[in-house]
C-alpha cells in the first residue's frame, strides 16, 4: 500500500520535513562567543591557542600573551589554520570582532569543534582591564 503526502495531516508533513532537513543539516555553529571576563577565565583553566586574526602591524601594537598572528586577510589564513589540531580549544580575536567572526565561521566550516571569538575583540578586553603585550 503507497502512501501519499495528501493522506498525511499537515503536522506530520511538517515533522517529516524537519526531520529531513535536520539529518542533512550540519551543526548550526561549533563557535561560543565569550566575553573578556569569560576569556580570561579559559585562559586560565585550559590549554588553549590564541590567535590574533588582526594584521601584523595591529599584532606588533600589542596583543593577548602568547597569541599567534594569523592574519585573516593575508590571503593564507585557511592553509595556516587547517595545519592545527581540530580538536585543541581556540581563542580566536581581532580589534572589535567582525574578523574574529569571519575567521571563527570558517573554522568552523573546517571542522575546529572548540572556537571561542572574543566578544568585542581587543577594544573590550583593555576595556574590560585585560592585558596587552609586545614582543
Known sequence: MSMTLRGLSPLAVALIATATLTACSTPASEVTLVSPAQAATLLTEQDVTVIDVRTPEEFA?????????????????????VALPEEDTYLVYCRSGNRSGVATAQMADLGFTQVNDLDG??????????ALVTD
Open 61 to 81: 601594537a600589542g596583543h593577548l600573551s602568547d597569541a599567534v598572528n594569523i592574519d585573516i586577510e593575508g590571503g593564507s589564513f585557511d592553509s595556516l589554520v
Open 121 to 130: 575583540g581587543v577594544v573590550a578586553w583593555v576595556d574590560a582591564g585585560g
